[in-house]
């Protein structure tokens, strides 16, 4: 087997969309040319847990023109797009992915990725690297035993001992990841892609910040103006969906926090600020954002004005207590797409947008290519870099060196068409000197 | 001699504005509540060159009441509000200051405070130190000799071997700190207030943000609204200047940086990044903020389009080529306090702010009370912190402890009558966990 | 015939986005439940060309709840949503309407219309108005024989005798029957729906304002930060335009315009203007929105940048040059719904969005229920009053009175819970006496 | 007596702020050129009671320039600008006017004004004409009997039979003279300078907005980042300052409104709104702009938060209930110019500012000359108007021809170096005509 898709006759509907994200993602493209005359990663097998779009899919063959062999498995469930999975199937990439995969196809997606022993691996989110390290320590869950249909009988520990090193693309990935080389797990060297500038301050705020409220719309067709939005955490990711919110003329823009430093950037920026049980009266519209759990608890729904609406925009469904709403709901019924409507005990009825999930990878197509151009770049030169260095990185997670981070910016400004200023010498001894002063 | 000040009738005014400000200071009031009563400062001997203002005055009764002797300069020879210098002398602080002194009196000013003897140097901008520095290594310069005039004859290697470590204020003082530390002059430890999130965050984005614009209204009152207006530099202190630009109303909004990553951001944020040979010509207000010299060029001000407004919002006064300026100005002559206009060669006229100075301190009051609050209740915790370790902290330029910083930021929160989430013992586990994924 | 649509099996899905669509209008709800206990519409047809939309279907269901028999057509050959038509068919409204009409099929819906022998019309542009004036006074065209295809072999002249009024629901189509009004065409009193202030000011502001933006992205997927946007008109809905796009983070807003006091107001409100001919080559995105033809003509056209992308907001599809680009275009092909790729003779490609037809209704949902339930409360309204005023109303183009248009404010604000504060008498006094000065 | 001002000898200071307005009021000083050649003014007495700035300075100069002789008293005790009254004194203008007058020579300089006999009024505010109307009428007061003391003994029946008309600058006198209108009392005919777009549109808003919160700024030098403030009045002043106070970075921006269409409109551009008694509990900084009579009750005062500032923006000090803080207060200091603490009864104390008179005028120095440019250059165009089409013009309020005040948009455009399109045939024909449709 060397695919498993939806529909591969929607291969050139996907031919088309990678194209027009090609268009917009020039810095990828320039780097894409160099990969093809040099080779840098000739005979490379690379196994990537990415969402599997468009931009995705300018990355992977990017990757192959660099002269790797990729396999691509989604990181998660709803977040495929079938097009661009039929068209990369059809190019010959191990895709195994489709869209409303249930938790044992998505680990035997995940299992197919080891199967193809790669020597780096790509992550959004380590579940792939998670699982790898969990068959190779032994660990014993669902999860695993599902991968384990797929992966097939092997030495794991032997596996993992070849892999050169992996890349991690979002926050939540890097905090396990960072969490398992605190306890002495890691097996390998991770690039933590979500720590370059050109990624985090990016992706992270623009992206999220227009994606999320493309999905809101796509999927509830409703109008921000005058609305109460409440934003839970006020991260790179929480500061663009807020700064979204009241861009799109929202009333009342609420964020929540837990970190007073954080909570006092959001009152200076311009927001207001309160414990989710206060916010959770007023609230129109619900954004969770903090990489943890029941940032929306049972109570706090319980709380809310009829008519509410619920979204994640957090890399995992967990930040919504939708298995406490599930529980006590009186009564469920799909509205729209991505749009399910929860008859509460008290009356009130809230609506849950793709159901907990990503909601700018479930009902839009998560962040648009030109900032997608930035992060991938990174993945891109993470992934030479790993190769270039392999056996010299220290187990650990890194970041990207500055000087890669800053090619990407400076590409990414040639592209658009803007020059800055370089400095002088002058300036250059004055900035490193203490002697002048008033 | 106690005191040195412009008008000591003046005290009574400037009472009234110490109070206006600790109205608007509760954070370090309720430091000075603690100070008050543990008296952590008892017998030290403080020497402070800062903006001699009725928020420093704050912080100055703050280290009275915690038991210290304040000797107090300026860091600008412009910045200091008289009533307020008035007001503290009577009250029996060292101070040594007046608005509009010339290079001999500042460095006067600076060496009377070395004379005091300090075991605690407090800085903004680092004049002190170096000062200190050169007189205890022999360097020779105009400073060193006006500031000896004051300083007395001494054994500075002695008195500087005795200080226990200092802090600095601002960016531009860090810099030339750090780049002692790196050469191995520095001779003892300082604090980087600076570095405090809740000093960098607030004070250079909101606080020079506002008081940039406040100064160049006062100044100049025209309508910001349909200006083009050019920021150099998108540090902190930059990106709250151009961040209230878009809020008054300017048509453009153009920001030059050198730094790439910087430089995409600011286009992210939705302004526009050009060269500032090209901005010159286009600009009707130009503001430098980039902690380096030259940023505006007698070459740039020769572009510059009839009746543009020049106004320096960092440190020093060398980011405007000021005496290129001068130096081929046909006329030159006073319009109001702090516009002075320069008829070029050319036939054009440009309008210089506060002769190039810091124009929020020198044409308005500097910051407001409210994030000075915060940033010099690092300071008086930083002193407190220096004083508890003296001894053990090592030479170098250290970053207050997080736990205060986070501290500071609860405080402010509390006083603003703000309360925010704390994590939940499930969620702190939830975030140090790596098996839980998709 | 009683409907005519795309699938009537769609109805149950149509009839759950109806229901959303309620939700989210609670003041033409409470309109409705009058209508249904006073039945002020018992007995009146009413022929109505509007967006085919859930929104309308909201109006339509409350019109009949007030005694009316209903027609719909479109207003729009794209605008359809035929989940909507199929639920309206079958609850037995006399629908005519599918997304995706040729314009032979556009105007036998409004021959149809026609055809029902209306006393009140409903117009989204006139088309409907003007085409039964056309038929009563025997003006020949294409259009006029589609229609009449449908409409049959009638008295038109007596059948627009017997009508009492229409109402009219956008600016073009007020535009086009005051000029029918001056030139002494029009056979019936106009309600300018449009004129109301609770239509104009929220619907072509807030309204177009985030749908335009929500069909360009779903059409795209283009990330707004960072790109330069250029509005072609400043009116209501080109500035709501303009504010999302700065909202949204766009780098440069430029806007075009022909009248000296709306482009002054645009530089004052912080945007560019300049003539089209220069924006043309420096735009990524081009919105326009004027109500004129050929503000976007194929020279500026072959001016723009490779890549560009052109979408329309305005009612007609004539306000870019669609046939120009047609004529020229060296290829064609279409890249996803609703973007149509076009090489042109230089070599650069270009974008159109959804035909050039009003994107918000092609490629999204048209307005947010939330903003229609103004402009439908204030149709319902209007219906009424010209019911109630049958025979009174003078020929020509008339506002719906002010009472009304308040009262429709004063329920949104109620529905949103929103109190606000009443004059005093004191107060009521004060404004209207002229003796208190200084 | 042919001047009356604080000290001559502030004129040289005087004129070169004359000077700097002059450069920022282009389309003023286009028409003085034309003025200057045509003298339409010619012999023309002019009795003005304007804020007497240096942007009023521009206005006399321009009228002189065209032949009239000129008057000028103040329109408001506390906003004139001695050093501009002192340099119009030297210049020959008679100038009745200095900083700081009481109620008593307030009115004698209206009757300095009125003793001119003019032949064209002009106000802001209406108080001249109003005290006109009244000595010609017979109405007796306190007012009455100051502006005798200068007027002298005349027949002011037959004095305000021979003026051919006045204008009035600002909604509130605009509201008056309609008022007056209404009754039967107007003796001669008012342009509204105030509604002309280049005029409302701009001043009230744009300048109003950013010259507000510069009084409040340099009253208190407070931050408003973070800050809750409350805007009384949603008219263009209101929104003008609600716009900044966003820009600014205020935490929550509160609107309180009589008019539901207004309030709506505010809670669409993403404000809040409540009734008064609500929005004083949690505010922070208060401003009215209502145009009416205690907007701010006593009540309203007494619930406020302790520190609460409050301030004005609209014309005549009557919308906070200034007289009721004074009877209540426990205590009352000046803390700092334009600052005076009130100690309530319950404890708390309150800062009002500018005596509750406008805070931009009094505080700061009212409206920037760009938008101060298009106001007068309508005030210059009115009175050729008046003089042009005297004994022509009805009695009544009208506005300025349309073609004026698109003129001055023109030229304001023009001066700035904006270009802006032109209908083409093609387009003006489209536009007038009502065939073509879909």
Do not use: C
Request: hydrophobic fraction near 45%; avoid cysteine; proline fraction near 3%.
């Amino acid at each position: 087997m060397t695919y498993k898709v939806k529909d591969i006759s929607l291969a050139e509907k996907g031919r088309l969309l990678i194209e027009w994200a090609e268009r917009h993602m020039p810095v990828l493209m320039k780097i894409r040319e160099r990969f093809t005359r040099e080779k840098p990663l000739d005979g490379i097998r690379i196994s990537a847990s990415l969402h599997v779009t468009k931009e995705t899919a300018v990355l992977v063959r990017t990757l192959v023109a660099g002269g790797a062999t990729v396999t691509l498995v989604p990181s998660n469930p709803l977040s495929t797009q079938d097009e661009v999975a039929a068209a990369l199937a059809e190019d010959g990439i191990y895709v195994y992915a489709w869209k409303g995969m249930n938790e044992r196809e998505y680990y035997n997606a995940i299992g197919f990725a080891i199967s193809q022993e790669p020597v780096v691996t790509m992550d959004d989110g380590a579940d792939l690297t998670v699982t790898l390290h969990k068959l190779a320590l032994g660990v014993k869950s669902n999860e695993v035993n599902y991968a384990l249909e797929t992966a097939g009988d092997r030495d794991f520990a032997k596996l993992i001992s070849s892999v050169y090193g992996g890349t991690e693309e979002t926050t939540t990935g890097v905090i396990r990841l960072r969490a398992m080389a605190r306890e002495g797990t890691l097996r390998y060297p991770i690039i933590a892609v979500n720590d370059s500038y050109t990624k985090y301050l990016f992706d992270n705020r623009y992206g999220t910040g227009q994606s999320t409220w493309d999905g809101i719309l796509r999927a509830t067709n409703i109008l921000v103006a005058g609305k109460v939005v409440v934003v839970a955490g006020y991260g790179w990711v929480g500061r663009g969906i807020a700064m979204r919110a009241k861009g799109l003329g929202a009333r009342r823009v609420i964020v929540t926090e837990v970190n007073p430093v954080r909570a006092l950037e959001a009152v200076f920026d311009g927001f207001e600020v309160m414990p989710m049980s206060e916010a959770a009266e007023i609230g129109d519209i619900f954004i969770t954002a903090t990489g943890d759990i029941n940032a929306i608890t049972l109570d706090h729904i319980l709380k809310m004005k009829d008519g509410a609406v619920l979204a994640n925009a957090g890399h995992f469904n967990v930040e919504i207590d939708v298995a406490g709403l599930e529980r006590v709901a009186a009564e469920k019924r799909k509205i729209r797409d991505y749009v399910v409507e929860y008859r509460l005990p008290n009356g009130k009825r809230v609506y849950l947008l793709a159901e907990g999930r990503l909601v700018n990878l479930v009902a839009a197509e998560g962040h648009p290519s030109e900032v997608m151009d930035m992060s991938f770049s990174n993945q891109a030169l993470a992934v030479e870099y790993i190769v270039k260095n392999r056996g010299k990185l220290q187990l650990g997670v890194h970041k990207l060196p500055d000087e890669l981070d800053m090619e990407v910016a400076r590409l990414k400004l040639e592209t658009m068409g803007i020059r800055i200023d370089q400095l002088t010498e002058e300036q250059r001894r004055y900035i490193s000197s203490w002697g002048l002063g008033t």
